[in-house]
């Protein structure tokens, strides 16, 4: 199942739990839908950043749908 380290498993509007940098150290997760997708290079190693359309950023965690 993908984990959201791999950019091409991630679309526009895909549900994600994202971790936002505030929640690093509680791990506390926040779901949404991506707006769009803030990392450039293809995998990273703690997540690919992304925005959600509530306009919270952080980095995928877990794709939902």
């Known amino acids: 199942m993908p984990d959201g380290r791999n950019r091409k498993d991630i679309q526009i509007g895909a549900e994600v739990a994202i971790v936002m940098k505030e929640d690093q ?3 506390d997760l926040t ?3 991506v707006e769009k ?3 450039k290079s293809s995998f990273h ?3 690919i950043k992304v925005r959600l359309e509530t306009g919270e950023v952080g980095r ?3 794709i939902l749908e």
């Open 60 to 62: 995928v965690k877990e």
């Open 45 to 47: 190693p703690h997540g």
């Open 37 to 39: 997708i803030l990392t």
């Open 25 to 27: 150290r509680t791990g």
């Open 31 to 33: 779901d949404g839908f």
